[in-house]
Each structure stands twice: as structure tokens, then as C-alpha cells.
């Protein structure tokens, strides 16, 4: 779905709706901005929009297509000043674009990967499966079905355990498809995540923080794909009870590991049996 929009009486576009919001955060929108897009009968306030009935205070809905209407055909709820700015119509409250802050989406990710850790190393345990060293949480194929979880959350319940604790869900019209969902959740992995290479990810997650800070989305939500928004606005405070979860669930990735602990030490002694030394000597000092 592409949108355009009027400046200075211009008609500028077309972009996606997730550049939309970009822009609103960033100010260079306004939700009394006049838009339109395909369905639309004329020019209206953004918050009008279909498109964007999941983010604004209110929308229209109407007929499935129709031409795009002149630059100069401005029948909206919403006038036009001098500068091709527009002003609420009146009696009309607007509200701002309701898109998580960078901090809650970091710890809902760091919630939901300690979460999908715990499950798998639980189902591991109960299975009794072997030590192999590609199994630990320390290499990329441990990871490998967490997108695939994610995006059948995504596209079921519309968000993630992590996220709904902390009031984050995703929009994208009516239905999620998986394979959006997917392709999400993939490209979060790899460029979001690193693969959880520890290399990788030194990199790649401040710059995913601090792109997410500037924008108000990170890189994979301008790409259409499911957008996050909040949907319960929470005291600041949840996000300290979910520290003692993640460290509860760390606590119990530890205790499902044990058994594996005898391969783990040969496993190290044959790689390196100087790191298994000063890891002795520390553990009989400690």
C-alpha cells in the first residue's frame, strides 16, 4: 500500500506506511497532514487513512478503488493554511504515533530469546539427548527455529510473550501472514541478531538500538513487514520484574545443562586444556 501526501500544495510520494510513521515521529508529518492512497475518494487528514487505521485515532472506511484525486482537491475534515500545512478539524483530539520505545523492545527481545533457551534446553533434557556442541545456546543452530516460533506467534496471537508483557503488539491490516511474519523474524536474525554470533552481534545490536532510537522503527518494519505498536500502556516499572524472570530463566538453562557438563569439560580440555586449567584454579580459589 503506497501513500501520498500534499506539500505546499504539491503532491509528494508515493511511500510506504511504514515510512509514514517514520516521518510522523520524526515531525516532518503531522496526522493533520492531508493523504491519500488507493480506495480513497479524496484528500484526507493521515489519521483518516485505512492504511492507517491501526495507528490513528480514527478511520474511514471506504469504496476499493477510485483515481488518484488532483493536488488541488482537498475535500477533508481537516483545512489547509497558507503553507500547505493543515489544521484539526475542530473538536478532533490528535494523538501520537503509538510505537514502542527502543528500551521495551530491547528487553522484550531479550525476554522472549531466554524464553525460547529455557524451552528448547527443557525439551532437551526431557529427551535426554546427548551433549553435541553445536546444541549449546553459544551456536547459531540453536537458534535456527526461533524465528520460526516467533513468526507463528506473530502471525497467530499478533505478538510475542516477551512483547505482550510489555504491552507491544504488531499491526498489518486485518490478518498477519506467516510468511511476512517470517521473512520478519529471519531478517531480525541475521541483521538484527548477528545469528547470535558473538562478533556479529556486538555490532549488529547497537546499531540496531540506535537506528530504532532515531526513527522510531528499526530497518526490517520499513520493509512492510508486521509493525510493532503499543497496545496497553504500562508503568515503567515492568520492565524490572522482568529481570528476576530472565535471571530465573538463566537459572533453570544452567540446570537443564548439567547432564551435559562431564562432555562439556572433555569437550574443552580437548580444544583447549589451558582455558580448563585456569578455570580449575579459579573455581578452587573461589
Known sequence: MYI????????????????????????ELSWDTLGWHSGCSGWMPLR???????????????????????????SSSASSTEDGTTRPARGHIVLPVGLPAPFARAVARATDCVLYATLL???????????????????????????????????????????????IAFVQGKKINFLSALGRSFY????????????????????????TKRRGLARWDLMGSPIPVVVAKLPFGIIFLVIPFILLCLQLCSYF??????????????????????????LSHS
Open 121 to 167: 534446553l527443557g525439551i532437551i533434557f526431557l529427551l535426554e539427548i546427548p551433549y553435541k556442541r553445536m546444541l549449546l545456546p553459544g551456536y547459531p543452530l540453536f537458534w535456527i527455529l526461533m524465528p520460526v516460533l516467533e513468526a507463528i506467534c506473530i502471525s497467530i496471537w499478533h505478538t510475542t510473550p516477551g512483547k505482550r508483557w510489555l504491552g
Open 257 to 282: 545443562m548439567l547432564p551435559w557438563l562431564p562432555d562439556m569439560l572433555t569437550d574443552l580440555q580437548n580444544q583447549d586444556p589451558d582455558v580448563l586449567n585456569f578455570l580449575t584454579d579459579w
Open 4 to 27: 501520498y501526501w500534499l506539500d505546499k500544495q504539491e503532491r509528494r510520494g508515493p511511500v510506504t506506511v511504514p515510512d509514514v510513521l517514520s516521518m510522523i515521529r520524526l515531525e
Open 188 to 211: 531480525v536474525f541475521v541483521f538484527g541478531m548477528g545469528c547470535m554470533i558473538p562478533l556479529f552481534m556486538i555490532m549488529t545490536l547497537p546499531l540496531s538500538y540506535f537506528d
Open 48 to 74: 483518516e487513512l485505512p492504511a492507517l487505521s491501526g495507528f490513528a485515532p480514527t478511520s474511514t472506511q471506504l469504496p476499493e478503488e477510485s483515481p488518484l484525486p488532483s493536488s488541488r482537491d482537498e
